[in-house]
């Protein structure tokens, strides 16, 4: 057994360790932690993309539209990047996009990262190692959103499930 923890659980003890410090990265002021974020948000760019593009690949038949807003400021004072992907099915039926939405809301100690229907996940990047392990956690993340989004309608939403033969 190792005694290196996987990398889930290092960004968990460094979100704990944050909350513990009222830190982020170990900055306490909030612009400081805003220009973390905003390297944050610049590292997660090519993971994002990635997993969406794998889910658009492999189960909406290449249909999907990626977008990306970069770095953008909210309406309350708070920052955040979002990944999108939307589809022709998805459009039709009026279900969100599959997204993941990395934020840095005005009064939080420190920013998260949250997918369409999946709520609330530490975000605590700051290597571009860091940013390259969340990419099994886009797709976890990606995957739970598609599936309730089936629900939310029905799996006609998926390309890949419909057939030509019959």
Excluded: C
Aim: net charge positive; aromatic share 8%; charged share 20%.
């Amino acid at each position: 057994m190792t005694t290196t923890p996987p990398a889930p659980i290092e960004a968990l003890l460094r979100h704990f360790t944050d909350l513990r410090e009222g830190t982020h990265a170990g900055h306490a002021e909030r612009p400081a932690k805003e220009a973390v974020f905003a390297k944050t948000t610049d590292l997660l760019d090519a993971p994002a993309r990635q997993a969406l593009t794998e889910f658009d690949t492999h189960l909406l038949r290449g249909t999907g539209t990626l977008q990306a807003t970069g770095l953008r400021r909210d309406e309350h004072g708070g920052s955040f990047a979002t990944w999108r992907l939307t589809w022709p099915e998805q459009r039709r039926s009026g279900i969100p996009a599959l997204s993941l939405h990395a934020y840095y809301g005005a009064g939080f100690l420190h920013p998260h990262l949250r997918g369409t229907t999946v709520a609330d996940w530490p975000l605590n990047v700051f290597t571009p190692a860091q940013a390259a392990e969340l990419l099994p956690t886009f797709r976890a993340i990606i995957a739970a959103d598609l599936h309730n989004l089936v629900f939310q309608r029905d799996w006609r939403i998926v390309p890949a499930l419909r057939t030509t033969t019959r």
